[in-house]
């Protein structure tokens, strides 16, 4: 098999889907208020983001961070989703009762989530991945009746904490029923950053001999510093969807401490370096990795808002 072509044919243009405000938020010891989620919400869609998931509809006994999702929600939806009309704000939803609350927030699309292996699925939602499917029967198909469109994950395809590596076969066989269920895109989640670039190639060459181009995307996590290695592979092989968080917000429940989500400044960095537009200002982005830093009172994670851009300006 022939080694991955780092200077092969890259797309001219990717999509960025920003989780901090959900996947970032989520996982901070501190509840952030809502005016702070509305400044990172903000200081995103003057960085150019297009994508960006906002909160959760989900159990605010599960996660309470996130408790003020209907609210958050429907400000976003009566004065930035009319303000940005090109901007497409979308909630994690996990079942009936999610999909519920996000019509009422007047949300147009929503992302259902589920994992690649057992025992993360029932840690994370109670749920066996039987039952999973059952409840997204009661929630993909009426929110695309409703007019809402639904993304999909797959969490913990690169690994699990509690059952180690995962056959690719097994995460892409999840990955394509929700396809076949109704997701429009489906994305691919490395949910504890432990998994390397030769990994990557196994997994997404699977995924693409059974799903179409556009309907697969990556979600990296940085735990262990192989998150942008694994986003070039998948580069390589023709990935254009790219999830990130400003900032690398995120942690990683397993790890404390330990980096989560790749952060959004440093895909974009290592993107328009090579000659990928993703339609992001970085000067911008690198704003709102430190708006983010200001709101939850932490250093975070992310490089290139500490470094600089320097080199890109030359
Ligand atoms: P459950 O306790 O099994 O739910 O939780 P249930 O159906 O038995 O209902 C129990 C109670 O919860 C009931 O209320 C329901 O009404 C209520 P009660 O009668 O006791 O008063 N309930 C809800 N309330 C609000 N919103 C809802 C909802 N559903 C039921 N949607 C449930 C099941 C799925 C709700 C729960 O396990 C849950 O909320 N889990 C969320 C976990 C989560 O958000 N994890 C983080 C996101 S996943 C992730 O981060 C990975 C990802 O980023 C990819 C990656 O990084 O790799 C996507
Ligand atoms: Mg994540």
Not at 94 to 120: D, Q
Not at 174 to 187: D, K
Not at 281 to 304: N, T
Request: aromatic letters at 6%; proline letters at 5%; charged letters at 20%.
């Amino acid at each position: 098999m022939s080694a991955v072509d780092l200077f092969g044919a890259v797309p001219e243009h990717v999509s960025v889907y920003e989780v901090s405000p959900r996947d970032g938020l989520q996982n901070e010891r501190a509840t952030v208020p809502l005016a702070g989620k509305l400044r990172l919400v903000d200081a995103l869609v003057a960085a150019g983001l297009k994508r960006i998931e906002i909160t959760s509809f989900v159990s605010p006994k599960w996660i309470p961070q996130l408790a003020d999702a209907d609210d958050l929600a429907e400000v976003i939806q009566t004065s930035r989703a009319t303000a940005h009309p090109d901007v497409a704000f979308t909630a994690l939803c996990p079942n009936a009762k999610g999909l519920e609350r996000a019509k009422a927030a007047g949300m147009k699309e929503v992302a259902v989530f589920m994992s690649a292996s057992e025992s993360h699925n029932k840690k994370n939602i109670n749920k066996t991945i039987d039952e999973t499917f059952a409840a997204f029967e009661e929630t993909i198909g009426p929110a695309r009746e409703a007019g809402i469109r639904v993304r999909g994950y797959v969490s913990t395809v690169w690994g699990c904490p509690y059952e180690g590596t995962i056959e690719p076969k097994a995460a892409i066989a999840v990955a394509v029923r929700l396809h076949e269920m109704g997701c429009y895109q489906i994305s691919l989640g490395d949910t504890i950053g432990s998994g390397t670039p030769r990994q990557t190639r196994d997994v997404i060459a699977r995924a693409f001999d059974a799903l179409p181009v556009d309907t697969v995307a990556m979600h990296m996590h940085d735990t262990r510093g192989t998150a942008l290695a694994n986003v070039v592979v998948g580069l390589e092989l023709g990935v254009r969807h790219f999830d990130a968080a400003v900032g690398g917000l995120g942690g990683c429940p397993y790890a404390p401490g330990a980096a989560g989500n790749v952060a959004t400044e440093d895909l974009v960095y290592m993107l328009e370096g090579m000659g990928v537009k993703t339609g992001v200002d970085l000067e911008r982005l690198v704003e709102a990795a430190r708006a983010a830093e200001s709101i939850v009172g932490r250093q975070l994670p992310g490089k290139v808002h500490r470094a600089g851009i320097r080199s890109l300006r030359a």
